[in-house]
Nanobody, 115 residues
């Protein structure tokens, strides 16, 4: 059984920074892809950033240049460094990992950007 545990969300002022972490535990035998999605009230869940096993990354246009995704394979952990945060970044952020062709999701962590 694989579990993903997220941390690092919270309230931040516009222009501020947050770092999200997501650690996988359980029966882990090779993580293919790791990513972050977000869902704001009334909106569909959308991709924020993704990183595959080879290190290639993909970002939503709205976060390019402000967010950075990275992974620590030894710790089965993915990070999302979020800088220059805007009110429109407010959402619940979900961690996603693809392990042996199976999708796993974290429970979500709230990020609120407000003055």
């Amino acid at each position: 059984q694989v579990q993903l545990v997220e941390s690092g969300g919270g309230l931040v002022q516009p222009g501020g920074s947050l770092r999200l972490s997501c650690a996988a535990s359980g029966s882990i035998f090779g993580i293919d892809g790791m990513g972050w999605y977000r869902q704001a009230p009334g909106n569909q869940r959308e991709l924020v950033a993704y990183i595959i096993s080879g290190g290639s990354t993909n970002y939503a246009d709205s976060v390019k240049g402000r967010f950075s995704i990275s992974r620590d394979n030894a710790k089965s952990t993915v990070y999302l460094q979020m800088n220059s945060l805007k009110p429109e970044d407010t959402a619940v952020y979900y961690c996603n990992m693809v392990i042996r062709y199976t999708n796993y999701w974290g429970q979500g962590t709230q990020v609120t950007v407000s003055s």
